[in-house]
């Protein structure tokens, strides 16, 4: 089975209407490997001058001037943000940290928050290459994070990096606190913050195709995104209670494919099954629908007409807008939701394609080809037991956002119907009005590198259903 090369997913066959890809001429990128050590020697902050460096306060490094504040440990000094504070906003400031020298590998990270309106939910990310990204799988945090955090100095947050990072070391540590006095994110979501970003193909020289541009500014609202694509635990779920409660077509998910597990994506679900699907688990859940046909909720058959209530505060399919926000993770211009141009099979589950068999087709697909000839090189872990080759939600690391397969595993649908962007600034653009084909977005197991893009957009007529395509959750900020 080659790799999927098409772009655009006909529904008569998953190989048929190759496009010949663009040969970037980009040069190859050496990925810097983390120099494993032995455990016991402490993270060195961020000016390794000496082995051991104690705490060092650093400057802020990003503010938002609303409700949610971003301030991180960085070199940058001094943004422009001079004017924009009142006495009333909620700011975090003088983060720092320290590795505890007990041989405990702990690391203490101190910070001040204040302003806005109490009790906050407070968070970190972690990264270990000078902040670039911040894709460090850390979740075994204590002390003065998480909800109900009350303003003052001098609050600590410990990190048992021997839990999370174990055998691992960086000379380049950075801590990013996060602090909202909006409610915490729903179990399983991530809140992306409200702002401005860059849509569309910013590579240098460019790699991808036409429908990525122009480049173009997006004001993208808050809004809440599942960390994980939909299981088929999840899908069977909502399914079984919906077909008690009115959502009498939803169909089982995965076809006739093989089993891979219940923490694998569902698949083999078209678009407007989703959708359904979506309203019955805000049913469940208590919440109110977001999609209703002629004023009704939808529940059952396949309707173009299906209208979306963006005021609701049950679970969506994201815009396409939103899925790119997201999946860049806070970091402008990468091709990539870890924040860099390459990609390799530690960072995502796709297929490595080569036109020749030996050397892989794209330069900024860094994983080594196998000792033997083929085309087609899936991800080696999860290529068993046939068809999908899906891997477990969550097997790889995060990007800024905390959000898991961005790239690769499973195509993933978005709410909007196909069509070319538009030059200049746009707020919360939700696509034409009408189409032929709605969009998803990330690659897949089947499908290469150039898939895998933060830019690169598909689509297909939304009754389309295979193997290679899942969803993940969306919910509007309250």
């Known amino acids: 089975m080659p790799c999927l090369q098409v772009p655009r997913l006909r529904p008569h066959g998953r190989n048929s209407e190759k496009r010949i890809p663009i040969i970037p ?88 928050v204040g302003g806005g309106t109490a009790p906050y939910h407070v968070s970190v990310q972690v990264s270990n290459d000078g902040g670039a990204t911040y894709a460090v799988a850390a979740t075994s945090f204590t002390g003065a994070v998480g909800a109900n955090q009350t303003a003052g100095t001098a609050k600590v947050i410990t990190w048992d990096a021997a839990a ?24 399983g979501f991530a809140l992306i913050p409200a702002g401005p ?29 599942g960390k994980y694509e939909v299981t088929k635990e999840d899908w069977d779920a909502v399914r079984t209670w919906g077909l008690a409660n009115g959502y ?23 678009w407007y099954a989703m959708v359904k699907w979506c309203n019955a688990r805000s049913q469940k859940d208590g919440l109110t629908p977001c999609y209703t046909v002629s004023g009704a909720t939808y529940k059952t058959g396949s309707s173009d007409a299906v209208a979306c209530n963006w005021a609701a505060n049950g679970y969506r399919l994201p815009t ?27 960072q995502a589950n796709y297929c490595v394609y080569s036109s020749n068999g030996t050397t892989n087709y794209y330069a900024y697909d860094l ?8 085309t087609a090189y899936y991800h080696p872990t999860y290529a068993v037991g046939g068809s999908p080759y899906s891997s477990p939600v969550g ?6 956002y905390g959000l898991y ?9 978005c709410w909007d119907w196909f069509g070319s962007y538009a030059a200049g600034w746009q707020t919360d653009p939700r696509g034409p009005a009408t189409g032929s084909y709605r969009v998803f977005r990330g690659g897949c197991w089947l499908s290469d590198s150039d898939r895998a893009r933060c830019a690169l957009r598909n689509y297909n007529y939304p009754t389309y259903a295979d193997d290679f395509n899942g969803f993940r959750l969306a919910r509007g900020q309250p």
């Open 25 to 112: 001429i980009i040069p190859i990128i050496p990925i810097i490997p983390i120099i494993p050590i032995i455990p016991i020697i402490p993270i060195i902050p961020i000016i390794p001058i000496i082995p051991i460096i104690p705490i060092i306060p650093m400057n802020q490094s990003l503010m938002n001037t609303k409700r949610q504040v971003n301030l991180g440990i960085s070199a940058l000094a001094g943004l422009a943000l001079a004017g924009t504070l009142h006495a009333q906003q909620l700011t975090v400031g003088n983060v720092s940290f320290q590795q505890r020298t007990d041989g405990s590998k702990k690391v203490d990270i101190s910070y001040t």
């Open 405 to 413: 397969d961005m790239a690769g595993n499973m195509w993933e649908w």
């Open 367 to 374: 994983t080594p080809r196998p000792g033997y000839s083929t």
């Open 197 to 225: 970003f860059q849509m569309g193909d910013q590579s240098s020289p460019l790699v991808g195709y036409s429908d990525e541009r122009p480049v173009h500014t997006v004001q993208v609202s808050a809004f809440y995104l």
């Open 164 to 187: 999370d990072w174990a055998g691992n070391y960086s000379a380049t540590m950075r801590f990013r606190v996060n602090a909202t006095d909006s409610e915490p994110p729903p179990d």
């Open 248 to 270: 009498t077509d939803l169909p089982a998910g995965n076809g006739s494919y093989a089993s891979k597990g219940a923490n694998h994506p569902v698949h083999s679900i078209d």
């Open 395 to 400: 097997s790889f690391a995060p990007n800024g």
């Open 320 to 346: 396409e807008a939103e899925w790119e926000k997201a999946t860049r993770g806070g970091v402008a211009g990468k091709n990539f939701p870890w924040g860099t141009d390459t990609i390799t099979h530690s």
